[in-house]
């Protein structure tokens, strides 16, 4: 079942309400945005195919990355660039999740919060690959902070790709040797990630209740490991599934109900083995649950470590690239993802072959718009 709503409409429909129900202002301008997205609201332009010949008018997009509509064209760009920094050697992914009594926290404190998380992950990472008895080596990750579990409530976790093995001070690549589930113990890095997240959120916000703190040592913490891709392309289609993921896609939307000012979407249920189930709220509340995701201003989700991050990939990262391919690893097909520039693809014969003729602002296109176009036309094709 496919409906053609989406959540711009839905908060079009409590467009009043979007400064009372955003947490902040920087989450109600997001809201705003994402509703007028591709809209005249935001103004436009007029596009010509050299190839077909035909006009196409577009309204301009919002470019939230919060925005259900808005992420094709960046994902795509980022995979290209990722696959280009693929090693050939198993990949590993790992889930390094919150508990619920921090959810409070990260609703007033979502970039300390945060940050706490992508730093404690690392630094667990780290402690056990530097450590002779687990790796000895230096390890590389790349982690995507996901916030929202399926029915939208608040859920931090981060998902990391990790290669199967480090660097080591010579500069060699030092195979892993761990052949369960991942490189270490889920268990002891369970242990190791709770401890130093404590240690951080203390120090960085010291207001915080002690209950909070006897709470979080009674609950285990949650850090989950996948066995290893099977091949590099398995790696890109995690890559590109999660990477620029928002909260809720408009595909999960399956109908709004003005009259009642309720909204349907589809789920899955994991504590069931992901049965595909719906839920139905209000309007109000699916929005400010919505709204619970979006990042502060500035602040980076998807982040690069180790011999991943980005002072190792100018010049030590292609070398490294050379000396795996020479051994005979399990894995060493190349694929290569070719990038495209969607939005200069025509409509109509779906060829790269698309010029912008005309832009306009909020109020719309001029009225004598035709006649402009066919003087440019001409001014082009002479």
Do not use: M
């Given at each position: 079942m496919y409906s053609k709503d989406t959540v711009a409409d839905l908060l079009n429909l409590e467009v009043d309400q979007l400064q009372e129900i955003a947490h902040t202002s920087w989450n109600a301008r997001a809201l705003h945005a994402i509703r007028k997205c591709r809209t005249k609201a935001l103004g436009g332009h007029l596009d010509w195919c050299r190839e077909c010949n035909k006009l196409h008018l577009q309204f301009n997009s919002c470019r939230n990355r919060h925005c259900p509509t808005c992420q094709g064209h960046k994902q795509h760009q980022w995979i290209a660039a990722r696959t280009k920094e693929l090693l050939a050697v198993p990949y590993f992914h790992v889930v390094f999740t919150l508990p619920d009594p921090l959810n409070y926290v990260a609703i007033r404190y979502p970039k300390v919060l945060y940050n706490i998380l992508f730093d404690s992950v690392w630094q667990t990472l780290s402690a056990f690959g530097n450590n002779p008895k687990h790796l000895g080596a230096k390890l590389g990750m790349i982690a995507v902070l996901h916030t929202w579990g399926?029915?939208?409530?608040l859920h931090p976790h981060l998902h990391c790709i990790v290669p199967k093995g480090g660097v080591t001070k010579a500069g060699f690549w030092k195979k892993g040797k761990a052949k369960d589930d991942f490189l270490f113990s889920v268990e002891a890095m369970s242990i190791k990630y709770r401890g130093l997240f404590v240690s951080?959120?203390?120090?960085?916000?010291?207001?915080?209740?002690?209950?909070?703190?006897?709470?979080?040592?009674?609950?285990?913490?949650?850090?989950?490991?996948?066995?290893?891709?099977?091949?590099?392309?398995?790696?890109?289609?995690?890559?590109?599934?999660y990477?620029?993921?928002?909260?809720?896609?408009?595909?999960r939307i399956l109908v709004i109900d003005k009259q009642t000012r309720k909204v349907t979407f589809s789920l899955k249920n994991y504590k069931k083995g992901g049965k595909k189930t719906t839920l139905t709220l209000c309007a109000k509340e699916f929005i400010r649950r919505f709204q619970l995701h979006i990042l502060p201003k500035g602040f980076t989700r998807i982040r690069h470590y180790g011999y991943l991050s980005s002072s190792w990939k100018k010049d030590k990262l292609p070398l490294l690239q050379l000396q795996l391919a020479d051994k005979d690893l399990e894995y060493t097909k190349t694929f290569i993802v070719q990038e495209k520039s969607l939005h200069r693809i025509c409509p109509s014969c779906k060829k790269e072959t698309v010029i912008t003729i005309l832009t306009f602002e909020s109020r719309g296109p001029p009225k004598n718009y035709k006649q402009i176009m066919k003087h440019r036309l001409v001014k082009f094709n002479h």
């Open positions: 399926q029915n939208l409530q951080k959120l203390r120090k960085a916000l010291p207001e915080l209740p002690q209950s909070l703190y006897d709470e979080l040592f009674k609950t285990v913490w949650v850090v989950y490991a996948k066995p290893p891709f099977g091949k590099p392309e398995n790696v890109i289609e995690y890559l590109g599934r990477t620029h993921k928002i909260a809720i896609s408009n595909s």
